[in-house]
């Protein structure tokens, strides 16, 4: 299996390398719909395996757990932003392993409380309102994110 994730979990252990689970037998629980807003963006499907939440107070509020059975993916978190980063792994595990993951245990929590990028526009062409937008639906896709956007404007005199 492919784990070159974007960035990198903390832990992943693998269970059976055997057993497998396809992204195409699996449909989002209706919990995790009410909890995280884009959940069918990153997942969806409409098979018979379950990907369900529990909810954890002991993890940090973009901590996560998931768990790959037989039964299913169930994922564990504190907050709709550790439950959407599982998501992300998930959906970027599926990618990696051309739609099919072994049964697996993943725990991860951010290293830094912000993650961002910087767009410089002095070198190029200027990033419109939707170049914005794209920009911030890739981050969110690799689990990076801001408490806010800042966008300065500087000018040759």
């Known amino acids: 299996?492919?784990?070159?994730?974007?960035?990198a979990v903390k832990t992943i252990r693998m269970k059976d390398a055997h057993k497998k689970i396809r992204a195409t037998d699996l449909y989002v629980?209706?919990?995790?719909?009410?909890?995280?807003?884009?959940?069918?963006?990153?997942?969806?499907?409409n098979g018979h395996r379950e990907v369900s939440?529990?909810?954890?107070?002991d993890l940090s509020k973009e901590a996560y757990r998931i768990r790959v059975s037989d039964?299913?993916?169930?994922?564990s978190a504190s907050a709709p932003n550790g439950a959407y980063y599982a998501l992300c792994t998930l959906?970027?595990?599926?990618?990696?392993?051309?739609?099919?993951?072994?049964h697996l245990e993943i725990e991860d929590a951010p290293d830094m409380p912000l993650r961002g990028i910087s767009d410089d526009i002095s070198r190029g062409q200027i990033s419109t309102f939707q170049n914005f937008k794209d920009i911030i639906k890739r981050m969110s896709l690799v689990k990076s994110h801001g408490s806010e956007i800042r966008i300065t404007e500087t000018r040759r005199k």
């Open 71 to 75: 039964e299913g993916i169930r994922i």
């Open 53 to 57: 939440l529990k909810i954890c107070a």
């Open 29 to 45: 629980s209706e919990d995790i719909k009410r909890y995280v807003k884009k959940a069918e963006e990153v997942i969806s499907g």
């Open 1 to 7: 299996m492919n784990f070159h994730l974007m960035p």
């Open 91 to 102: 959906s970027q595990l599926f990618m990696l392993n051309q739609g099919e993951i072994c």
